[in-house]
């Protein structure tokens, strides 16, 4: 696979600096990605999210397959060109959304069979059908479909998911090996109004090419050790791999078990790829898989806090709607450079908010990405200067000294 690589150095124990490479550009690690579900990041722009510190972001093939349809997005050349960003992207194949959405889908070996909760349409979701959808939707990194449980499930269960993860993953690399020898099915039926440009999909011959791309397995099995050193084995033995990520964490257990997980995953990784640790998002758990050796994330909770009323900062969480900020001339914080940090005080922003001002949830929701892209700006210039654990320590031992205000 051309265009990708990674490289790491300045190691400070299991955490580590690196450089990952894509076709869109080198993401410096660790990193984190703003969740950018439909191809946006709900409310924000891609130059406010630029201007935030983002280096990549991420986009959900299900959600782009059911609006506007994946074959839409690739003709209006990649969800690249369709989303305005022109830095790396990644797409989660939509297995947490099948795991959300539990009663409107079935689940067997073939894949998922669920229906639209827009309008009620079928649909079947298999891995092939997966890996057609991430390739005609063109992000640089694109995700295996898995089979996620809920957190806590028996070792059994847990067992079984991980199984079948796995095999479903040989599906997938068969057919985007296909896809990629072979080439994309031409898209046909797609109507151009009098007088627009034509679409990316008229040059047939050209558009039938994939365009290069990564596909991440996902490590599955719970919080069992053995589960999760089985799920690392079978995918190391199934390929050679641009990156790895692991999944099903961060889905209600408790965040021990959480840091136990990466404590006997991290280990057992290639050394020499990037480590993707999905759906993780909170400043203490960054920090907590950095040290364990993690290196990209991403998590739509941030931004969701944030449009209710919920922000980071370095002394712990703030509501900003309490009745104490009623008459609170102070920033968010001191030290962040966002918009809502600096043009504005917690008594304004609590105003908006409570008085449902569409202003207030933007700027929360920009200040929380910009607190966490900042996070991770610090993590690596102290990655380099070599003192990641004792700074970390700080930082920790600050943030949770006061708990949520």
Same mark, same amino acid.
């Given at each position: 696979?051309?265009?990708?690589?990674?490289?790491?150095?300045?190691?400070?124990?299991?955490?580590?600096?690196?450089?990952?490479?894509?076709?869109?550009?080198?993401?410096?690690?660790?990193?984190?990605?703003?969740?950018?579900?439909?191809?946006?990041?709900?409310?924000?722009?891609?130059?406010?999210?630029?201007?935030?510190?983002?280096?990549?972001? #991420?986009?959900?093939?299900?959600? #782009?397959?059911?609006?506007?349809?994946?074959?839409?997005?690739?003709?209006?050349?990649?969800?690249?060109?369709?989303?305005?960003?022109?830095?790396?992207?990644?797409?989660?194949?939509?297995?947490?959304?099948?795991?959300?959405?539990?009663?409107?889908?079935?689940?067997?070996?073939?894949?998922?069979?669920?229906?639209?909760?827009?309008?009620?349409?079928?649909?079947?979701?298999?891995?092939?059908?997966?890996?057609?959808?991430?390739?005609?939707?063109?992000?640089?990194?694109?995700?295996?479909?898995?089979?996620?449980?809920?957190?806590?499930?028996?070792?059994?269960?847990?067992?079984?998911?991980?199984?079948?993860?796995?095999?479903?993953?040989?599906?997938?690399?068969?057919?985007?090996?296909?896809?990629?020898? +072979?080439?994309?099915?031409?898209?046909?039926?797609?109507?151009?109004?009098?007088?627009?440009?034509?679409?990316?999909?008229?040059?047939?011959?050209?558009?039938?090419?994939?365009?290069?791309?990564?596909?991440?397995?996902?490590?599955?099995?719970?919080?069992?050790?053995?589960?999760?050193?089985?799920?690392?084995?079978?995918?190391?033995?199934?390929?050679?791999?641009?990156?790895?990520?692991?999944?099903?964490?961060?889905?209600?257990?408790?965040?021990?078990?959480?840091? +136990?997980?990466? +404590?006997?995953?991290?280990?057992?990784?290639?050394?020499?790829?990037?480590?993707? #640790?999905?759906?993780?998002?909170?400043?203490?758990?960054?920090?907590?898989?950095?040290?364990?050796?993690?290196?990209?994330?991403?998590?739509?909770?941030?931004?969701?806090?944030?449009?209710?009323?919920?922000?980071?900062?370095?002394?712990?969480?703030?509501?900003?709607?309490?009745?104490?900020?009623?008459?609170?001339?102070?920033?968010?914080?001191?030290?962040?450079?966002?918009?809502?940090?600096?043009?504005?005080?917690?008594?304004?922003?609590?105003?908006?908010?409570?008085?449902?001002?569409?202003?207030?949830?933007?700027?929360?929701?920009?200040?929380?990405?910009?607190? #966490?892209?900042?996070?991770?700006?610090?993590?690596?210039?102290?990655?380099?200067?070599?003192?990641?654990?004792?700074?970390?320590?700080?930082?920790?031992?600050?943030?949770?000294?006061?708990?949520?205000?």
């Amino acid at each position: 696979m051309t265009g990708f690589g990674f490289r790491h150095s300045h190691a400070n124990g299991s955490a580590r600096l690196g450089w990952f490479t894509t076709p869109h550009g080198t993401i410096e690690t660790p990193a984190f990605m703003p969740v950018g579900t439909h191809a946006s990041v709900r409310g924000l722009s891609m130059q406010e999210i630029r201007a935030a510190g983002a280096q990549m972001i #991420l986009a959900n093939a299900y959600h #782009l397959y059911l609006r506007p349809g994946d074959e839409m997005v690739r003709a209006f050349g990649g969800v690249h060109a369709f989303a305005r960003w022109d830095g790396p992207m990644l797409t989660d194949s939509g297995g947490y959304q099948v795991f959300s959405l539990a009663r409107y889908r079935q689940v067997n070996e073939a894949g998922v069979e669920f229906r639209n909760k827009l309008d009620g349409s079928l649909h079947q979701y298999t891995p092939e059908k997966v890996m057609q959808i991430e390739r005609n939707i063109g992000a640089d990194v694109i995700m295996q479909l898995d089979e996620l449980i809920e957190g806590g499930s028996a070792h059994r269960a847990s067992y079984l998911a991980m199984q079948r993860s796995l095999r479903w993953l040989e599906r997938c690399r068969v057919e985007f090996e296909r896809l990629s020898r +072979d080439g994309r099915a031409p898209v046909t039926g797609l109507v151009v109004p009098e007088g627009a440009p034509p679409l990316f999909t008229s040059d047939v011959e050209r558009d039938v090419v994939a365009p290069p791309q990564a596909l991440f397995p996902i490590v599955q099995g719970g919080t069992y050790a053995d589960l999760r050193t089985a799920s690392i084995e079978g995918i190391l033995n199934s390929g050679d791999w641009e990156g790895i990520a692991v999944g099903g964490l961060s889905v209600g257990e408790a965040k021990q078990a959480m840091y +136990d997980t990466f +404590d006997t995953c991290a280990p057992l990784l290639p050394v020499n790829k990037p480590r993707y #640790l999905m759906g993780v998002g909170f400043p203490d758990d960054l920090l907590e898989a950095v040290s364990r050796g993690m290196d990209l994330f991403d998590c739509v909770a941030p931004t969701r806090m944030g449009r209710h009323g919920t922000v980071f900062t370095h002394d712990g969480k703030v509501q900003i709607q309490k009745s104490s900020n009623r008459t609170d001339r102070r920033p968010l914080t001191d030290e962040c450079a966002c918009p809502a940090c600096t043009q504005y005080d917690r008594a304004y922003l609590r105003h908006l908010m409570v008085t449902e001002e569409p202003l207030g949830p933007r700027l929360l929701a920009l200040h929380n990405l910009t607190f #966490l892209m900042a996070l991770m700006t610090s993590a690596r210039e102290h990655l380099l200067l070599g003192d990641y654990a004792s700074w970390s320590a700080s930082w920790l031992a600050r943030y949770r000294a006061k708990g949520q205000r």
